[in-house]
């Protein structure tokens, strides 16, 4: 066994016992990065005044604008020398946040990929095609390791040139893959085009972006695989945080080495299982970066300790990011709810676009859709038809009046790597 299995079920006294030593180990790992040991002084907390997991509510929060800040290598807690990897995360604004890497650290995010990928029921003899960007992002080399680590044969196809990539899951019997689940419907899309048979696939594994159950329903039936949902960020290392397993029914966190909270966005105040808000998490056995209290943005819940599988620590699905969440008229939008909505109804396609323009002072979104040909006589009384329902079915969901513009199919942009379908055109007016 490549890894100590009986972490993954660890519970009660013996797991918070364990928490509390990494924790205090962090702590004092942190106390190597000056911005940490500035924030610590400032607040009064040494080493030794965490004596409960609670204590950790008295430890400041760290943003990603810190860690922007400290670029390249204000966060690192070890010697240049003792980093083996550098990573970092899409600057989509200003610089880019670095992600060091201690030989250690890879062993751990190895073994957490590997956790999760046996969890999922893959092992030796499964064919695993990983169909993410190699480079700095850490989706690639991530996944990579830890199939490597399973003993998966692994195909390093990376992105782009789709009809390769379908041409490999039939030449090459591959079983798995990994990507994110706007390319699995490229994929299958495609697929359908091209008449290919990826029957041998058993297992879809999608991250990177948040998807709904609807978008699941789709992809199995297309792709005829069994998917799972996996969540990461680079700052924790990258994917392998937590993931489904097989009820498929919320994600395992992996406690032992992140110890999570969840706090109302705005408020900063820590929230209740069941309560939606936005995940703080404190990795536990990060050497090169340690974190204290990461605010990762993205919006989730603590599910309750039952799983029928017996591992405990359970987040609901990712919906959205608190920077994705789009305020429109004062009413909170995700764009994975349209999404959701979008999916339910047969006449549109799967692909969409979201503008927001303020027009006399007032927020106007507007979603275009493509229309699905097998709705569509030529009747332009059909089209009228389809919009209105898209437009009500909208109003249900969202409490909200929207402009629907259906679209010629094919005719929205298709995305490889994480979709940016929502383009805010509001200035200040
Ligand atoms: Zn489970």
């Known amino acids: 066994m490549f890894w100590n299995e009986k972490m993954e079920r660890l519970n009660g006294a013996e797991l918070e016992k364990l928490q509390l030593k990494r924790l205090k180990w962090t702590l004092t790992q942190a106390g190597q990065v000056g911005f940490y040991r500035q924030r610590l002084k400032e607040v009064g907390i040494r080493a030794g005044d965490i004596k409960t997991l609670n204590d950790i509510r008295k430890l400041p929060f760290t943003r990603k604008q810190d860690l922007r800040d400290g670029y390249p290598f204000g966060f690192l807690a070890v010697p240049l020398s003792k980093v083996v990897r550098i990573h970092t995360t899409s600057g989509t604004t200003g610089k880019p946040t670095v992600v060091g890497y201690t030989r250690k650290d890879l062993e751990n995010w190895a073994d957490l990929i590997a956790r999760n990928l046996t969890m999922v029921g893959l092992k030796e003899g499964d064919v695993f095609q990983n169909m993410v960007n190699y480079g700095m992002f850490t989706g690639g080399l991530g996944f990579h390791y830890g199939a490597e680590k399973v003993g998966l044969t692994v195909i390093p196809s990376a992105t782009g040139n789709t009809k390769r990539q379908i041409e490999m899951i039939h030449d090459f019997g591959v079983t798995a893959i990994h990507c994110t689940p706007s390319y699995a419907m490229r994929l299958a899309e495609v697929a359908e085009e091209i008449h290919a048979d990826l029957s041998s696939l058993k297992i879809g594994m999608f991250g990177a972006e948040p998807w709904s159950d609807s978008m699941r329903g789709e992809l199995e039936r297309k792709l005829g695989v069994t998917a799972f949902d996996s969540y990461g960020i680079s700052e924790l290392y990258g994917p392998g945080v937590a993931f489904e397993c097989q009820e498929r029914d919320g994600l395992h966190i992996w406690h032992d080495c992140y110890l999570v909270e969840i706090i109302d966005p705005v408020t900063g105040e820590t929230l209740q299982e069941g309560e939606r808000g936005e995940l703080v998490v404190t990795p536990l056995v990060k050497e090169a970066m340690p974190l204290l209290r990461y605010r990762t943005g993205d919006i989730t819940m603590l ?56 027009i006399n002072h007032l927020d106007e979104m507007t979603i275009e859709v493509e229309f699905n040909h097998d709705y569509f006589s030529g009747e332009l009384a059909d089209l009228a038809r389809i919009q209105k329902k898209v437009v009500k079915e909208l109003r249900d969901t969202l409490e909200l009046r929207t402009t629907v513009k259906l679209v010629e199919p094919g005719s929205l942009p298709r995305f490889e790597g994480k979709a940016k379908r929502v383009i805010d055109r509001r200035g200040v007016d």
Not at 321 to 326: G, K, T, V
Not at 328 to 345: A, C, D, T
């Open 303 to 358: 599910l309750s300790d039952d799983c029928p599988c017996g591992r405990p620590q359970k987040i609901a699905r990712i919906t959205g990011r608190s920077d994705d969440m789009l305020v429109i008229r004062g009413i909170n939008v995700f764009p994975s709810q349209i999404e959701h909505v979008l999916l339910r109804i047969p006449e549109v396609g799967n692909q969409f676009m979201v503008y927001i323009d303020r």
